[in-house]
Antibody, heavy 121, light 108 residues
Framework: QVQLVESGGGLVKPGGTLRLSCAAS????????MSWIRQAPGKGLEWVSY????????YYADSVKGRFTISRDNAKNSLYLQMNSLRGEDTAVYYC??????????????WGQGTLVTVSS | DIQMTQSPSSLSASIGDRVTISCRAS??????LNWYQQKPGKAPKVLIY???NLQSGVPSRFSGSGSGTDFTLTISSLQAEDVATYYC??????????FGQGTRLEIK
């Protein structure tokens, strides 16, 4: 069965860095576009970043552009999110999600359980 | 960015009721509209994709309709396990993927 398992969240000070990982299993990871989506406490969903199968095409939300970097290692079936210059407003549960469609018009058909990132001094 | 506005923000209904949740896009998005259900403490789950298509494994009491700017999620007969927050998501304006603010559904 399809599984996505995030890790790497935690408490970090403003201006700090964190690297999230998402381990995929149960499907051919290299065949699917992937995304990171976040949810601030008690708030709605916000798309963060998107990467195509080869990693050649990458998109970011304006709120994280220039600070976050998405990447993937298809040999390790893993997705990553490098987060630099973290701010309080980056505090959220971060989900990795699989795009079922793969035509840059995503439907997120599988999600991980999420990892909590807290940015606070 | 395309803004997605859901209504109502919350609602309370009785078991067996027909429930409708609306989602309006700030500009036309054809049928590039998905619906998700999120139960407390859990990750979202896709219910409807491309406005009208039921995701595999989702109960048939859920249905979606609409195109252009106005969309509806309908639960034909509300069950206790449907208590959740529901989100719409547009995938027309990639890469600026946006979600609605959510509709919290409770049992009366």
């Amino acid at each position: 069965q399809v599984q996505l398992v995030e890790s790497g969240g935690g408490l970090v000070k403003p201006g700090g860095t964190l690297r999230l990982s998402c381990a995929a299993s149960g499907f051919t990871f290299s065949d699917y576009y992937m995304s990171w989506i976040r949810q601030a406490p008690g708030k709605g969903l916000e798309w963060v970043s998107y990467i195509t199968t080869s990693g050649n095409t990458i998109y970011y939300a304006d709120s994280v552009k220039g600070r976050f970097t998405i990447s993937r290692d298809n040999a390790k079936n893993s997705l990553y999110l490098q987060m630099n210059s973290l701010r309080g407003e980056d505090t959220a549960v971060y989900y990795c999600a699989r795009d079922a469609v793969g035509e840059l018009r995503p439907t997120f058909d599988y999600w991980g359980q999420g990892t909590l990132v807290t940015v606070s001094s | 960015d395309i803004q997605m506005t859901q209504s109502p923000s919350s609602l309370s209904a009785s078991i067996g009721d027909r429930v409708t949740i609306s989602c309006r896009a700030s500009q036309t998005i054809s049928t590039y509209l998905n619906w998700y259900q999120q139960k407390p403490g859990k990750a979202p789950k896709v219910l409807i994709y491309a406005a009208v298509n039921l995701q595999s494994g989702v109960p048939s009491r859920f249905s979606g309709s609409g195109s252009g700017t106005d969309f509806t999620l309908t639960i034909s007969s509300l069950q206790a396990e449907d208590v959740a927050t529901y989100y719409c998501q547009q995938s027309y304006s990639t890469p600026s993927i946006t979600f609605g603010q959510g509709t919290r559904l409770e049992i009366k």
